[in-house]
Every structure is written in structure tokens, then in C-alpha cells.
């Protein structure tokens, strides 16, 4: 069985502030940091680091070849990324809040430059129960789900950032939705606002996709993790956040990765909360990645 993200890969421009900008405002930042970043090698670089053999497609720039050295260096396989020469890679700029929040204005660049060749090529050196893993920052993803569910491959499927395309998506097709709360309400068409608690939501999501394996973050409320078999509810570790931008890919890649192993879901879920939990409290998205030895003996 093999692993394989295909997503983003990002520069990220990183500014620490007392709050966020609001409109018509211009604020100084304390500090600019530049780190690698995109939901996709944040998540390639998370089941590196928690022992899987990760393969990572997707393209860059030419300013983006350090991003393919981070990756490396976590021990990802790269050879599925496209080097483009006529667009720039995808970036990010980021605001860090004094409490330790984010908000992000994303570009897509190469990262909106995938094409159907590519896919057909990268997907033919993978068969029937490898996984893959997508997210919402990369074009073609109703193609790659498509040709994905003809091998026979799992799906592995985090709609962020969420918009109109995930529906253009066979969602039928996923096996495995990672999702906050926020997402849930809004492929649910359901403003949750209207009364739903995240097992509720989790149990609505799994009605509508009975095949599916819903794992649905919760914030400070924790997660649950909920298919036909079994309910697991994991409470959160409790931190003191200075950057969130890489908690949720953390918890996705440390999950998936216990998954593949054959972990039960009380472990992976737990297992999955714990790397989240240490990423927060460091700065950047995948600089904040712990290894799996440091999520294992992780106590509070």
C-alpha cells in the first residue's frame, strides 16, 4: 500500500501582529517570517514525520524549490511535482495574532496549473487500496477523484478552503472526510448556527454519505470520528497557542497515517490530537510538524 497527497505547495509570508488588519487600516507588523507551506505539503510533511512512506504531487514555480527541500527533508518522495517556468508558485500571506490566530490570503499560482496529464501520469504508479489525499487549493480535484475511484484507490478528502468547487466533486466517492465544523455546515447546506453540535453534524454528514468515514474538528470541543461501526469522541490538549496555521493539516496527516498503519481509531484519533497540540505551540506550518516519537510521549 502507498500514500499519496496530491495538493498544494505554497511560500508563505508569515506576519506577526497585535490583531488583524481591518478595512481601510494599515498596521506594522512586529516580525516577517517566510516558511514552506500549501495545505498539501503541510500534510505530506505531516505523515512523513509521523513514519509513512508519503508521495507528494502538485507544481511550483521556479521560486519554489526550496519548498521540494523541505519536503525532502522530512523524507517525502517529490518526483510527482511539476517545476513550471512560466507562472510563480503558490503563496500565502498570513496574519499571526498576539493570541495565536490566523487569517490567510491565498494565491494559487502553479498550484492552479495542474493538468490532466499530469494526473493520468502521477496516478498510474498507484493501484487498487493506496490512499490518497486532497484538499480544496489545487485545480482538476473532480478529475483526480474521479480517475482516483476508478483504480480503487481510499479517498481522503479536507474541503478547505471551502467553496462552491467541492460540489462540483463526486463526494460519493470519498472515503474519508476530514472537515471543522464550519465545512460540515456548509456541504450539509446547513448553517449551524440552526442548533447542530459537532456530533450531530457528524452524524448528519454520515447519513448523507453512509459509505463514508466522517472526522470532524471541533476546536477547543475537541474531535469525533464516526462510520457505520463505531463512534470515537477525542478531547483536545490544551495549549498555549502561539500559531494554529498547521494544527488541522498536522491532525489530518498524524490521523491517515495511523490509519494506514492499522492503528485503531481510539489511537490515531488520539494520536492525531496530541501532534496537533504541539504544533500550535510552535511558529510556522511546517516547521511547527513534531515526529512521531515527540507526539507519542507527548504529556500535559
Known amino acids: ?177 476530514i472537515l471543522n465544523e464550519i465545512e460540515a455546515g456548509q456541504i450539509l447546506r446547513q448553517d449551524i448556527k440552526d442548533g447542530y453540535n459537532g456530533a450531530e453534524l457528524a452524524e448528519a454528514l454520515l447519513k448523507r454519505f453512509p459509505s463514508s468515514s466522517i472526522v470532524l474538528t471541533m476546536g477547543g470541543d475537541g474531535s469525533v470520528f464516526m462510520d457505520q461501526k463505531e463512534t470515537v469522541l477525542q478531547p483536545v490538549y490544551k495549549v498555549k497557542a502561539v500559531d494554529t496555521t498547521a494544527a488541522g493539516d498536522t491532525f489530518t496527516g498524524f490521523f491517515i497515517s495511523g490509519i494506514t498503519k492499522g492503528l485503531p481509531v481510539i489511537q490515531a484519533m488520539d494520536l492525531a490530537s496530541k501532534a496537533a497540540a504541539i504544533a500550535v505551540t510552535r511558529r510556522g506550518a511546517a516547521p511547527s510538524i513534531p515526529f512521531l516519537e515527540e507526539a507519542e510521549r507527548f504529556t500535559l
Open 1 to 177: 500500500m502507498k500514500v499519496l497527497c496530491f495538493g498544494s505547495l505554497n511560500i508563505d509570508y508569515t506576519y506577526k501582529v497585535d490583531h488583524f488588519v481591518g478595512k481601510g487600516e494599515t498596521l506594522a507588523s512586529e516580525s516577517l517570517q517566510v516558511f514552506g507551506g500549501g495545505k498539501g505539503l503541510n500534510q505530506s510533511v505531516a505523515l512523513a514525520k509521523a513514519g509513512v512512506e508519503i508521495y507528494h504531487a502538485g507544481a511550483i514555480g521556479e521560486d519554489g524549490k526550496f519548498l521540494l527541500q523541505i519536503m525532502e527533508a522530512a523524507g517525502v518522495h517529490t518526483e510527482y511535482v511539476m517545476e513550471l517556468t512560466n507562472v510563480r508558485s503558490g503563496n500565502a500571506i498570513i496574519q499571526n495574532d498576539r493570541e495565536g490566530d490566523n487569517c490567510i490570503l491565498l494565491y494559487g499560482g502553479a498550484n492552479q496549473s495542474i493538468t490532466k496529464e499530469h494526473v493520468d501520469r502521477t496516478l498510474s504508479h498507484f493501484q487498487r487500496e493506496d490512499y490518497i489525499i486532497l484538499q480544496n487549493e489545487i485545480n482538476e480535484l473532480s478529475y483526480i477523484v474521479e480517475k482516483a475511484h476508478e483504480k480503487g484507490m481510499k479517498i481522503v478528502l479536507n474541503p478547505s478552503p471551502m467553496n462552491e468547487k467541492i460540489f462540483d466533486l463526486q463526494l460519493d466517492y470519498i472515503d474519508y472526510f
